[in-house]
């Protein structure tokens, strides 16, 4: 299985610590699908001009993921501020906002396409303004879209019909509410729902056939990347054999394996 993801790029600075570690929606994606074990991976994103942005692209390089064809621009690199409280949940507490992330968006062109058509699944998400692109993206590789907690009903009749795989945040709806998003999804285009609950497990629908997955319980030290963490294991595993319960049992273990480190994929760096 070979994935490409697209879009945002940051550092989240653990201000109690002191430390940041690179991170990002479809930056966590890459390096956790490519640990999962896939064959290729790549990224473009629009980096910074600082030693932040040049720190994240060095951590993805150290761990096999490609970023030839990513932009870099004259701006700073997006800087979330994150606290953990007792649960090891991430907290978090905002940031500058003049950076490349608020700035800029990256526009595809042929060039990109050309590119990102040698992969089986692209994925992307909400944080990553690419939805004016998915039309023409869904034509040379398979979506995958990270909603987060994005339900809006306008805002799934545009993204919906362009996307393979959408993921969802929803950890405090209802099973009812679940089952309505999944089938709404569904409705508009999408063929795999998935709708991670944290510590409630996920449930996923298919068209036909709802799926639940409970979470294997660890000592959680920090739970930032733990959804990325399940969407890489999802795509990697349902992507190379299109067994759900199979490939939702792995995801519950990579998420939950992700929580027992600090960061999105670790690699801390002093602030």
């Known amino acids: 299985m070979k994935l490409i993801a697209v879009g945002d790029n940051v550092t989240d600075c653990y201000l109690d610590e002191g430390i940041y570690y690179p991170g990002g929606n479809a930056v966590n994606v890459a390096v956790d699908c490519k640990r999962d074990g896939a064959e290729k991976v790549n990224y473009i994103g629009v980096f910074g001009n600082d030693d932040r942005a040049d720190y994240i692209r060095a951590c993805m390089e150290e761990e096999g993921v490609t970023c030839e064809r990513s932009r870099k621009v004259f701006a700073p690199t997006c800087q979330p501020g994150v606290k953990i409280n007792e649960e090891g949940d991430r907290i978090f507490v905002g940031g500058i906002r003049d950076t490349c992330q608020h700035l800029f968006s990256i526009r595809l062109q042929r060039e990109d396409l050309e590119v990102i058509k040698e992969y089986d699944i692209c994925h992307t998400s909400c944080y990553s303004n690419l ?27 545009r993204v919906c019909p362009f996307v393979t795989y959408a993921f969802f945040s929803g950890s405090d709806m209802s099973e009812e509410e679940i089952h309505a998003l999944a089938k709404k999804a569904a409705g508009y285009g999408t063929k795999i729902i998935g709708i991670t609950r944290g510590s409630k497990g996920s449930v996923f629908y298919d068209g036909t056939e709802f799926y639940t997955q409970g979470i294997c319980k660890v000592d959680v030290v920090d739970a930032m990347g733990a959804g990325d963490a399940f969407i890489a294991a999802f795509l990697r595993h349902y992507a190379d054999n299109k067994d759900m ?21 670790g690699h801390p760096h002093k602030a």
């Open 131 to 157: 939805e004016y692109d998915l039309e023409t993206l869904s034509r040379v590789c398979k979506v995958s879209f990270d909603f987060s907690d994005e339900h809006d009903d306008d805002y799934m009749k």
């Open 245 to 265: 319960k199979e490939a939702l049992s792995y995801a519950a273990e990579r998420a939950a394996y992700a929580c027992t480190y600090a960061g999105g994929f």
